[in-house]
């Protein structure tokens, strides 16, 4: 009865009365927590506590997956105990954090705090070992669809710096690789490919076709410090190109010849252009490509096409590359019937195979490749075998480890850093 009584404006005020002080006392049991000193469990499951700001007393976050209010405890340093650029090359070592923590909010006395920070999960990817025996071209036709497939997991080159770079881990299991994880890339760091060392962030130029609302290995690159310059048929305005003075973003796509594209269920059309179209109209002419990432959706056999016939791309040190055959199982969408019926597999592979070779040809070899799992998109061939249709390649331009190549890049008024 007395809630028929009472109006709109005194119920609302009831229920931020409650709501505040429901807050409050949220607040003064994590205070008191907070006095019995860290919680090292805490420490070793909580990795983003690696970026907290010391601005920054108070946050309100989840964890795991409820809605609580924690406090942060800001650091005035964080040091490894033990540099390891290489976590993922060595999943069985781990990384030792040392932190100070702002006497402002911790116990005097207490010291610093250490925590151990674990390698990601173990993977199956494969690499080239040091010193292996020199990469022999394979044979220029594909006899089984079997070998289009271990012909991309064999390694044919060694990288000494391989570095992760991006993504994000995904909550639906069976997507992304085989740790769950997608959006992101592999890339080398060997000096020769002139990804580190710059010392602004023009010094290293980095593409990224396909970025589909994902930043976090753009962020990545951009933090080495690198130039890039995003492009995505999704005008989506990202807030990184927005903060960041040399990330920029493009609503373009890239493909093998210029022409526009309709997208009915966007109901816009959008421009597409070569790789060379791109780098001019955006006066990044004459400089080094450090990295070529590309992850366009089954278009990336149109667009290399182009690129590895094009002599832009020795100017390219490395490609991340996701690359697919998903119309071999479903269309468009996938409760559509594929587009290849089981007939056309092989020819169908072969069109890849020959892309890849061309690239090859160019001097580039496969450091690495995993397979992006996704629902729904599996081929089964003849014998029954598994093979996933989507996955990501890393190649290195080998020619750059040679000084004399990059001379003679040089005449054209490519600059590197390597050079003296």
Request: proline share 7%.
């Amino acid at each position: 009865m007395l809630g028929c009584q009472l109006g709109r404006s005194t119920k609302r005020s009831v229920r931020m009365w409650v709501t505040g002080w429901a807050c409050l006392v949220l607040l003064v049991l994590s205070l008191l927590n907070s006095r019995r000193g860290p919680d090292h469990s805490l420490w070793n499951t909580i990795e983003y506590r690696r970026y907290w700001r010391p601005a920054t007393p108070l946050v309100m976050g989840r964890y795991p997956g409820k809605f609580l209010p924690f406090l942060v405890f800001p650091v005035l340093e964080e040091r490894p105990t033990k540099s390891n650029l290489l976590l993922e090359s060595f999943p069985e070592q781990q990384l030792l954090l040392s932190v100070t923590p702002s006497p402002l909010h911790h116990t005097p006395g207490a010291g610093s705090l250490t925590y151990t920070l674990s390698a990601p999960p173990p993977s199956t990817i494969r690499l080239s070992p040091a010193g292996a025996a020199s990469w022999t071209p394979w044979e220029p036709q594909l006899r089984s669809v079997a070998d289009y497939f271990r012909y991309l997991r064999t390694p044919q080159t060694h990288c000494r710096k391989l570095k992760r770079l991006g993504g994000a881990y995904l909550c639906k299991a069976g997507q992304g690789d085989e740790n769950n994880m997608d959006n992101h890339k592999y890339v080398c760091m060997d000096p020769a490919l002139e990804v580190v060392g710059a010392k602004v962030p023009q010094d290293c130029l980095t593409l990224s076709f396909g970025t589909q609302y994902d930043t976090t290995f753009d962020d990545a690159v951009s933090e080495l410090p690198c130039e890039v310059h995003m492009f995505d048929v999704l005008n989506f305005n990202p807030q990184l190109a927005r903060e960041t003075d040399h990330v920029h973003f493009h609503v373009e796509g890239l493909a093998g010849q210029r022409h526009s594209v309709f997208y009915n269920n966007m109901n816009r059309t959008v421009k597409m252009s070569t790789l060379r179209d791109h780098v001019m109209k955006n006066n990044l002419f004459p400089r080094p490509i450090h990295v070529l990432k590309v992850d366009i959706e089954n278009s990336e056999w149109e667009a290399f096409r182009d690129i590895a016939q094009n002599p832009l791309f020795d100017a390219v040190g490395q490609v991340a590359l996701e690359v697919h055959a998903t119309e071999l199982v479903h269309g468009p969408t996938r409760k559509s019937p594929p587009v290849v019926p089981r007939q056309g597999w092989l020819h169908a592979l072969q069109t890849r195979y020959d892309v890849l070779t061309m690239i090859e040809a160019r001097g580039f070899r496969r450091v690495l490749y995993w397979d992006n799992i996704q629902d729904g998109s599996a081929l089964y061939d003849e014998n029954g075998t598994k093979y996933e249709t989507a996955g990501e390649l890393l190649y290195v331009n080998t020619n750059w480890y040679n000084a004399s190549f990059k001379r003679q890049l040089a005449t054209y008024g490519f600059k590197f850093r390597g050079l003296t």
